[in-house]
């Protein structure tokens, strides 16, 4: 394995974030919309009120319009490992292909089974058989999430594994160590919470703009009523998920959690910064503040991080420089080790090409010792292994910030749909309406602090990114990536157009 040129690698890496990118503007709201959908028909099956029948075609209506185009975006994705990062597939393909194959095989067949029954069984099958078809489809569009999600905790945390010198290829000793591993676990957690929230905020802010324009009223607030006690429900739950996740990544990607919070100087103690300029002039080792301004919660970070007040949090002089006090070791002997771990795999191949049984044990010894600093023999020097920190450091205050502002959304709408007029309060209703896109900011920014934030990896300390894409020329992956975004573009706006005309048809119009 070599490394790529960079401009190359920076093609590759915007073009698999564009995919991702839009990509997850369709899969949420396909997380969140499936689950209250299939509430409500639960209340039709049971209440018999035809209402609510019509409530749940309409909002299965616009679920199955973003589930169409949210599936084109998968596949292009997951063709992408195979086109534009090669190395990376053959390197992990054994472990990494095993959660999508799962996913493809079991999770996804289950979900595009039962939506045809959902959408096209109504009048043809027994209610109950329906209304079982309708939580099957929202089984399965989470089934495939956590497979797929099992997929990127592993490259965040790669575990169950063993790495075969003879292939140069990591091997899967343990399934379930991989599909159970704590950072998956989280990561699926967080993420599809993330969309229950958007599913929620789609409905709340969907059935507000009904209600001001006095359409579809009761209808609307009936659904706003699910929306919001699903969403507040939810949301909280996200809360406690995020508190997870952020442990996960205190303990296996602290790099991450310092750039996250702007950390420089490790503390015991440490308070998570509520809101925070950076200095953009500071670097590595200096003496400069690393923050303009910042309003801080005490304790909140080694609380959050170490479940632990009193407990240390490294910051990046720590991880980068070394901090012998708390026994961090610093990148420079991690990039030593690493370069002896590449040696060593080169001694073993050499060895093996004339039959050097001893040179071959003695070279697989020194490698299996320096295995886990492997990555790092490819990074040039310390500062390398710190991602970008301003991108990383604002995402994760967008995302938090946002956050608390949906449970207090969810909260007041909740309250004021007790209210016999519901149409006196414009403001809020405006505000639902307008929360619908920060719905996605919010979950976009998610992905930009848990794919930039590990930066340079591809597979956490295993592998970067400069040697994970595929040998071809960079001139193909321009082309690739602005036909791309053309077509995503185009997708996006034919869904808002098609959503756009559907909503406009209005609960009952279309019934």
Same mark, same amino acid.
């Given at each position: 394995?070599?490394?790529?040129?960079?401009?190359?690698?920076?093609?590759?890496?915007?073009?698999?974030?564009?995919?991702?990118?839009?990509?997850?503007?369709?899969?949420?709201?396909?997380?969140?919309?499936?689950?209250?959908?299939?509430?409500?028909?639960?209340?039709?099956?049971?209440?018999?009120?035809?209402?609510?029948?019509?409530?749940?075609?309409?909002?299965?209506?616009?679920?199955?319009?973003?589930?169409?185009?949210?599936?084109?975006?998968?596949?292009?994705?997951?063709?992408?490992?195979?086109?534009?990062?090669?190395?990376?597939?053959?390197?992990?393909?054994? #472990?990494?292909? $095993?959660?999508?194959?799962?996913?493809?095989?079991?999770?996804?067949?289950?979900?595009?089974?039962?939506?045809?029954?959902?959408?096209?069984?109504?009048?043809?099958?027994?209610?109950?058989? !329906?209304?079982?078809?309708?939580?099957?489809?929202?089984?399965?569009?989470?089934?495939?999430?956590?497979?797929?999600?099992?997929?990127?905790?592993?490259?965040?945390? %790669?575990?169950?594994?063993?790495?075969?010198?003879?292939?140069?290829?990591?091997?899967?000793?343990?399934?379930?160590?991989?599909?159970?591993?704590?950072? $998956?676990?989280?990561?699926?957690?967080?993420?599809?919470?993330?969309?229950?929230?958007?599913?929620?905020?789609?409905?709340?802010?969907?059935?507000?703009?009904?209600?001001?324009?006095?359409? *579809?009223?009761?209808?609307?607030?009936?659904?706003?009523?699910?929306?919001?006690?699903?969403?507040?429900?939810?949301?909280?739950?996200?809360?406690?998920?995020?508190?997870?996740?952020?442990?996960?990544?205190?303990?296996?990607? %602290?790099?991450?959690?310092?750039?996250?919070?702007?950390?420089?100087?490790?503390?015991?103690? $440490?308070?998570?910064?509520?809101?925070?300029?950076?200095? %953009?002039?500071?670097?590595?080792?200096?003496?400069?503040?690393?923050?303009?301004?910042?309003?801080?919660? %005490? /304790?909140?970070?080694?609380?959050?991080? /170490?479940?632990?007040?009193?407990?240390?949090?490294?910051?990046? *002089?720590?991880?980068?420089?070394?901090?012998?006090?708390?026994?961090?070791?610093?990148?420079?002997?991690?990039?030593?080790?690493?370069? #002896?771990?590449?040696?060593?795999?080169?001694?073993?191949?050499?060895?093996?090409?004339?039959?050097?049984?001893?040179?071959?044990?003695?070279?697989?010894?020194?490698?299996?010792?320096?295995?886990?600093?492997?990555? /790092?023999?490819?990074?040039?020097?310390?500062? *390398?292994?710190?991602?970008?920190?301003?991108?990383?450091?604002?995402?994760?205050?967008?995302?938090?910030?946002?956050?608390?502002?949906?449970?207090?959304?969810?909260?007041?709408?909740?309250?004021?749909?007790?209210?016999?007029?519901?149409?006196?309060?414009?403001?809020?209703?405006?505000?639902?309406?307008?929360?619908?896109?920060?719905?996605?900011?919010?979950?976009?920014?998610?992905?930009?602090?848990?794919?930039?934030?590990?930066?340079?990896?591809?597979?956490?300390?295993?592998?970067?990114?400069?040697?994970?894409?595929? !040998?071809?020329?960079?001139?193909?992956?321009?082309?690739?990536?602005?036909?791309?975004?053309?077509?995503?573009?185009?997708?996006?706006?034919?869904?808002?157009?098609?959503?756009?005309?559907?909503?406009?048809?209005?609960?009952?119009?279309?019934?």
């Amino acid at each position: 394995m070599e490394l790529m040129n960079t401009e190359l690698i920076d093609w590759s890496r915007a073009q698999f974030a564009l995919t991702a990118l839009y990509h997850f503007l369709f899969v949420p709201l396909t997380l969140g919309l499936s689950f209250i959908v299939a509430i409500m028909e639960t209340i039709y099956v049971k209440t018999g009120d035809q209402r609510w029948k019509t409530i749940t075609r309409f909002w299965m209506t616009l679920f199955a319009i973003n589930f169409a185009i949210g599936v084109a975006t998968g596949l292009i994705m997951e063709f992408e490992f195979g086109t534009n990062w090669a190395n990376y597939s053959w390197f992990v393909g054994d #472990i990494f292909g $095993a959660p999508l194959a799962v996913e493809g095989i079991l999770a996804f067949f289950m979900e595009s089974t039962f939506f045809a029954v959902m959408f096209f069984g109504w009048n043809k099958v027994s209610k109950g058989f !329906h209304l079982v078809s309708t939580w099957l489809v929202a089984v399965g569009s989470n089934l495939s999430a956590f497979w797929i999600l099992v997929a990127n905790g592993w490259m965040q945390y %790669p575990v169950g594994m063993e790495f075969n010198p003879d292939t140069v290829r990591n091997e899967m000793a343990n399934f379930w160590d991989v599909a159970l591993s704590p950072v $998956a676990v989280a990561k699926f957690l967080h993420t599809i919470g993330s969309g229950y929230v958007i599913g929620a905020l789609f409905v709340i802010g969907i059935s507000a703009w009904m209600i001001l324009k006095g359409r *579809d009223v009761l209808e609307a607030k009936r659904s706003m009523v699910v929306g919001a006690s699903f969403g507040l429900l939810v949301s909280i739950f996200l809360a406690v998920s995020g508190d997870e996740s952020a442990h996960q990544v205190a303990q296996q990607q %602290p790099v991450k959690l310092a750039a996250m919070e702007g950390l420089y100087k490790g503390e015991e103690r $440490a308070g998570i910064i509520a809101v925070g300029i950076l200095n %953009p002039d500071k670097k590595i080792g200096d003496d400069l503040p690393p923050l303009y301004g910042d309003v801080e919660i %005490p /304790y909140a970070l080694s609380l959050l991080g /170490y479940h632990d007040i009193d407990a240390f949090v490294p910051g990046l *002089d720590d991880l980068v420089l070394g901090n012998e006090k708390y026994g961090i070791e610093g990148a420079a002997s991690k990039i030593e080790k690493g370069k #002896i771990a590449v040696q060593a795999l080169q001694s073993y191949k050499e060895a093996k090409k004339i039959d050097d049984k001893i040179a071959m044990a003695e070279a697989r010894k020194l490698l299996d010792e320096y295995m886990p600093y492997f990555g /790092y023999g490819y990074l040039e020097k310390p500062t *390398d292994i710190v991602p970008p920190i301003a991108l990383t450091f604002y995402s994760f205050h967008i995302m938090v910030g946002l956050g608390t502002w949906f449970i207090l959304l969810f909260l007041i709408v909740l309250y004021l749909t007790m209210a016999s007029d519901i149409t006196r309060f414009k403001k809020i209703l405006w505000l639902s309406v307008w929360s619908i896109p920060l719905g996605y900011i919010a979950a976009e920014a998610g992905w930009v602090v848990a794919e930039v934030g590990r930066q340079p990896w591809a597979i956490q300390d295993l592998m970067p990114v400069g040697i994970a894409a595929t !040998h071809i020329d960079a001139g193909n992956v321009k082309v690739s990536f602005w036909l791309f975004a053309v077509l995503f573009t185009v997708l996006l706006i034919a869904e808002i157009k098609i959503m756009l005309r559907q909503i406009a048809i209005g609960i009952k119009g279309g019934h």
